[in-house]
């Protein structure tokens, strides 16, 4: 049973991570057409201010979940200085 959830474990880990490759593909197809807008606006004040939030806010759905499974990847690993609980 324990070597049949840690397979499971190990895949949903895998799947997670084609996931977040994903996300960061689908972060950069989103900024493309921003940087578009920008230009054809001509450059105005106003266009890169509303440039500057859109991308600051597709940064932040891309990083904050790399960034959660990045520290959720450490504390499942376990570190020299915080080592994992015995089960």
Do not use: C, H
């Not at 474990?9 to 895998?14: E, Q, R, Y």
């Not at 578009?36 to 450059?43: C, D, E, Q, R």
């Amino acid at each position: 049973m324990m070597r049949s959830s840690s397979q499971a474990i190990k895949l949903l880990v895998k799947a997670g991570a084609v996931v977040l490759v994903v996300n960061e593909l689908r972060g950069l197809a989103l900024a493309a057409p921003v940087f578009l807008a920008m230009y054809k606006a001509g450059g105005t004040l106003t266009s890169v201010w509303l440039g500057v939030s859109a991308l600051a806010g597709l940064l932040v759905s891309v990083a904050l979940p790399a960034f959660a499974v990045k520290s959720l990847a450490g504390d499942s690993q376990g570190t020299p200085d915080r080592p994992l609980a015995a089960a």
